[in-house]
Each structure stands twice: as structure tokens, then as C-alpha cells.
């Protein structure tokens, strides 16, 4: 697997969201996409399955330290004790001794971002983290974030994906030695019967899906984490490190369209 090198850290270029899966679907998603030779798994407090990513981990055959594991704070525990608290809990239901990358998992405007900062770097200074980071930042909120945290901000993990690519976040984390961490890369699912990715696909003999992939994993600075749940789809998600799209298809898989990127979340959303 490729990595992506940011602030000393080195992170698996691509990784598996988890966010919607559960019980036993998500173990044994987790479980295919490190026999797989995923080493990036993303979850969180909000998502109710750190416990089940963790036993995926423990039950692996890949050692602990080479699996780069992040969650997510509550906004809700956004306060210095509940940083505290609940990471140590979910560290409890992770069963590890510690995550690779915590993040705030959405912004807490009633809670100073300082306060959450703390906590994230006294939870660091004694081993429970590794790195910190946020999710759903807005460029103006991530740079207030970065002043009052005293600890360098590792990731702003966002949705992103060809018809959003948020290019000037991703030239800001690039700048301060930051990544973005790219959710919904697949744009929910709409890139699959996109005609110019196809296209695009059928040069390198594969699907408009993986060339979105590539896409993201191109980009200087970009970490996707796609979710799947059957190994099809695990196993061709991460097969996309053997060809290397040239600019001028780079540029063509680049579509921003506020709209487009609207009706595919809210299609998302209302399918049951």
C-alpha cells in the first residue's frame, strides 16, 4: 500500500470507511479489507462500531502497529473532560491502546476549540493518540482550529470527490503539512454510471468507480476511504495502484457541480 506522508506521520493512502456499517456486517467488512491489504480503517463514536472494527483488528492476521486506525469524537463530548472520557472509552471498545488519528467529528461553536484541542494533546503526551485532526471543517474554521490547537492538526476529513473537490482545502492542508481525508469519494455512488469516467476507465481496464479512485490517490495530499461491504467491491477499491492516469484525464475526471454533489447526498439519505 502507498502512504501519504504528512507531519513525520506516514498514512496508508487509502483506507475503508465504516460509517453506516454494523454488527456483524462491518466486522466482516473490516475483516475482508485487511486480508485484502487495506491498512487504513476509518470509524467513530458516532457510528456505534468501534467495538466491532476493533475485534476485526484483534482477529486479523496484520499486526496492530500496521494498521492505521482513526475515530471520531462526539461533538457533543467536544468539552476537555469529554474528550478525555470518551476517548478512553472507545479506546476500550477499539480494545487497543491507542489510535492512530483522533478527530473532532463535526464543529462544536458552543465549546472553544482550545478546550478540545487540550484534551486531544494531553490524550497525545500520554500515549492514547498518535495524531489529531477534525472532520467537516470549513477552510475559515480549520485555520481558527489550527491557531488554538497546541498541537499540529494532522487531517481535515470532509466529503470529496470529483463533482466536490474541495481544492482549496486541499491546497491549504498542503501548506500547513496537512492531508485531507476524502469520505463519499464515490460521490454516493454516482460516479459508478458516470459516462466520462467509463470512458476514461476502459483506457486502463477498469471501472469508472476506480478511476474516480485514482483520481483522489493522484492528488497530492488526498487520502480516500470508500466504503464497501462485499469483497467485490473491497477488493476493487483498493486494486488502484497499478496504473496512473495522465493530466489531462486528471483534469477531465474533475467535475465541481454544486448541484450534482447535492442531489447525490440527498439521494443517499432518503434511500432506506
Known amino acids: 500500500m502507498e502512504t501519504v506522508s504528512a507531519q513525520g506521520a506516514e498514512v496508508p493512502a487509502l483506507g475503508l470507511g465504516t460509517w453506516q456499517l454494523t454488527g456483524e456486517q462491518c466486522y466482516e467488512s473490516v475483516s475482508t479489507a485487511l486480508e485484502l491489504g487495506y491498512r487504513h480503517v476509518d470509524t467513530a463514536q458516532m457510528y456505534d462500531n468501534e467495538r466491532q472494527v476493533g475485534r476485526a483488528v484483534a482477529d486479523a492476521t496484520v499486526d496492530r502497529d500496521d494498521v492505521w486506525i482513526t475515530t471520531k469524537v462526539k461533538p457533543g463530548n467536544a468539552r476537555y473532560d ?10 476500550d471498545r477499539l480494545d487497543t491502546g491507542y489510535v492512530d488519528l483522533l478527530l473532532l467529528h463535526w ?7 482550545e478546550d478540545t484541542a487540550r484534551a486531544m494533546a494531553d490524550l497525545r503526551d500520554d500515549g492514547l493518540i498518535r495524531h489529531a485532526g477534525v472532520s467537516n471543517f470549513r477552510r475559515w474554521r480549520l485555520r ?6 497546541p498541537i499540529p492538526l494532522l487531517t481535515d476529513q470532509v466529503r470529496c470527490h470529483p463533482f466536490y473537490p474541495r481544492n482549496s482545502l486541499a491546497t ?3 501548506r500547513n503539512d496537512m492531508f485531507v481525508t ?3 469519494p464515490l460521490a454516493h455512488g454516482g460516479v459508478v454510471g458516470d459516462d466520462r469516467l467509463a470512458e476514461i476507465g476502459e ?21 480516500p476511504i470508500p466504503k464497501a461491504t462485499s469483497r467485490e467491491h473491497l477488493a476493487a477499491n483498493v486494486d488502484v495502484f ?3 492516469l495522465t493530466q489531462e484525464e486528471m483534469t477531465a475526471v474533475e467535475r465541481p457541480s454544486l448541484l450534482r454533489t447535492t442531489s447525490l447526498f440527498l439521494r443517499n439519505e432518503m434511500t432506506p
Open 82 to 91: 469529554d474528550v478525555v472520557e470518551s476517548t478512553r472509552a472507545s479506546l
Open 144 to 149: 481558527k482550529a489550527r491557531e488554538k490547537s
Open 172 to 174: 491549504d492542508c498542503e
Open 203 to 223: 483506457r486502463y481496464d477498469k471501472t469508472a468507480a476506480q478511476v474516480a479512485l485514482r483520481w483522489a490517490v493522484q492528488r497530492d495530499g488526498v487520502v
Open 182 to 184: 476524502a469520505y463519499s
Open 242 to 244: 497499478d496504473f496512473e
Open 107 to 113: 464543529p462544536r461553536p458552543l465549546v472553544d476549540f
